[in-house]
């Protein structure tokens, strides 16, 4: 059985910083790239960023590069990101996503939500101001 759960949401000051993590279980050897994507009450989810686990290659969303940095433990089968001077506009659940089908080649393509076969649950990220 497939899964992935995330870890490490919370309520943050702006300026804060906040881990989350996630787990994954079950064809993880087949998932790559992994990425996170967040979605803000009102918004359509979005793109945050994306790993290669084979050549640890990464790509970032504009409104977070600089300030998130994202990583992976194959040996955990892990995937974490860490958020670094955070704002209010960070505010939003964050979703860990895996690709098991176009390989570890990071491409336009890992962008889109549409590209990931598998989700989580879900974290509640809050940045107050």
């Known amino acids: 059985q497939v899964q992935l759960v995330e870890s490490g949401g919370g309520l943050v000051q702006a300026g804060g910083s906040l881990r989350l993590s996630c787990a994954a279980s079950g064809l993880t050897s087949s998932m790559n790239p992994m990425g996170w994507f967040r979605q803000a009450p009102g918004k359509e989810r979005e793109f945050v960023a994306t790993i290669s686990r084979t050549n640890y290659r990464t790509y970032y969303g504009d409104s977070v590069k600089g300030r998130f940095t994202i990583s992976a433990d194959n040996a955990k089968n892990t995937v974490s990101l860490q958020m670094d001077s955070l704002k209010p506009e960070d505010t939003a659940v964050y979703y860990c996503?895996?690709?098991?089908?176009?390989?570890?080649?990071?491409?336009?393509?890992?962008?889109?939500?549409?590209?990931?076969?598998?989700w989580g649950q879900g974290t509640q990220v809050t940045v107050s101001s």
């Open positions: 996503a895996a690709d098991a089908t176009r390989g570890y080649t990071i491409t336009e393509a890992h962008m889109a939500a549409s590209t990931y076969e598998f």
